[in-house]
């Protein structure tokens, strides 16, 4: 039996070293994933902000963000004020008069054909930008995406609501000048 020990000792792959020596190349992996993950919403929100500079209404909308009257839905994943709208992990700053489109998007993550989980998003869309998903929530919030639907819709009366083949010809043709 301690023969048995040596050989299978002798043989068997020592898995610590590899695990050491994997570590650091696999955290460094990770980073660099995550910063390439990142800095589209850098250069997204720094985009915006440029826009909002250039056309000067970067003070204003910095005063209506850190206003009473701010209201964030969403968990917090989007502001609106009087005037704008805000999403906090996209980096996208919208003027009401901006947006033309908005709806809600629900999708349905599967394995082997088996639903595992199912996502609600908010997209907004405007002249100078295709729809973009600017918030995501878990299927049972989707009461919080439908008031914020309802309170953009509240200050632009003119934008699309809601997804549907009228909707998206429509789109298409409001942005066919662009």
């Not at 980073?31 to 985009?47: D, M």
């Not at 440029?50 to 056309?55: A, D, G, P, V, Y």
């Not at 996208?92 to 947006?99: G, L």
Request: hydrophobic share 40%; with cysteine; glycine share 4%.
């Amino acid at each position: 039996m301690d023969s048995k020990k040596k050989i299978m000792s002798f043989i068997r792959p020592n898995l610590v070293l590899p695990i050491i020596l994997l570590i650091p190349p696999l955290t460094l992996f990770g980073l660099i994933i995550l910063l390439f993950s990142t800095i589209p919403t850098y250069v997204r929100a720094s985009k915006r902000v440029s826009k909002q500079e250039t056309s000067g209404k970067l003070d204003e909308a910095a005063e209506e963000l850190s206003s009473a009257n701010a209201k964030r839905y969403m968990n917090g994943k989007v502001i609106l004020t009087d005037h704008y709208v805000f999403c906090k992990r996209t980096g996208f700053v919208f003027a009401y008069d901006e947006i033309l489109w908005v709806y809600k998007h629900r999708f349905t993550r599967r394995f082997l054909f088996i639903p595992i989980s199912v996502t609600d998003s908010l997209y907004l869309a405007s002249k100078d930008m295709k729809p973009c998903q600017v918030a995501a929530m878990g299927k049972d919030k989707m009461d919080d995406i439908k008031n914020t639907i309802v309170e953009i819709y509240r200050h632009n009366n003119k934008c699309l609501v809601g997804y549907s083949k009228e909707n998206t010809a429509q789109y298409k043709q409001l942005t066919a000048s662009r």
